[in-house]
């Protein structure tokens, strides 16, 4: 491998690395969730971290896996179960550079709330478009399964049930976002807990006005040029409260 790419390869996981305490300090991931990127020089492989709680996570930590969702290393680090999310969301969407799947709390009753779809209700989350689709694992697993994407199967249909969108929420479970690059799915990540806590206050107060779908394409892309401005706030916040070894 040359010079050059071991060093992107090298970039890519310290950006991971930032990534992970992000959202952990951003309060998306706890000591479950977890965010990956496609890999700088094998656009089929992606970069995750070993099976661990993302605020803890070091670059030594952070893996290689195939499309299929393989580890490269054999005989390697646990892994996490759920890693087929990503494998399959990379599969089906080229344009998908980085995935980041939480249990953010906010999010969680928009999964299992019937006839009460996640919608932006304000600029910072114009990604979420018209109302944010739920992925139903019962239709795929039947009604006794531990609501875990364990396999490539079940990785392929959450992939089909976010589509061409920003974000899918988990029933029960919570939610996977993906962005173009990794910052831009860390930035996604955030606002969908935010937005999801905006909605919930919203609607206790009376009928809720949301964004149109114009308006959420232009907040979109007005956003997508500022997201190095939250980005530098969150990774100096996370830096200086960092846990990780």
């Known amino acids: 491998m040359s010079d050059t790419a071991s060093e ?49 996570v070091t670059a030594k930590d952070v893996l ?30 080229p344009d998908v550079v980085s995935v980041v799947h939480s249990h ?25 478009g018209a109302a944010t689709p739920v992925f139903e694992i019962r239709d795929f697993a039947g009604p006794g399964s531990d609501l875990l994407i364990r396999d ?14 920003a974000a899918v929420l988990m029933r029960g479970h919570g939610s996977t976002v993906v962005g173009g690059t990794l ?11 935010v937005g999801a806590r905006l909605q919930s206050e919203a609607m206790r107060l009376g009928p809720v006005t949301y964004l149109t779908e114009e308006e959420a394409v232009a907040t979109a892309a007005t956003n997508d040029g500022q997201i190095d401005r ?5 990774l100096k916040a996370a830096r200086s409260r960092s846990m990780a070894a």
């Open 230 to 234: 939250a980005w530098l706030l969150w």
């Open 183 to 193: 910052r831009q799915a860390v930035f996604r990540a955030v606002y969908t807990e």
């Open 64 to 93: 290689e896996f195939d499309p299929d969702g393989t580890p490269v290393e054999a005989a390697g680090p646990a892994v996490y179960l759920e890693r087929f999310i990503h494998s399959e969301i990379y599969r089906t969407r």
């Open 104 to 128: 953010s709390p906010a999010v969680v009753p928009f999964s299992v709330v019937s006839g009460t779809r996640l919608r932006p209700v304000c600029h910072m989350c114009g990604f979420l």
């Open 8 to 56: 992107a390869i090298a970039s890519a996981a310290r950006e991971l690395v930032d990534a992970n305490h992000i959202l952990f300090d951003q309060g998306v991931v706890d000591g479950f969730g977890h965010v990956s990127m496609r890999h700088p020089v094998r656009s089929d492989h992606f970069l995750l971290a070993r099976s661990m709680a993302p605020a803890l």
């Open 152 to 165: 490539s199967r079940l990785g392929a249909a959450l992939a089909q049930s976010l589509g061409q969108g």
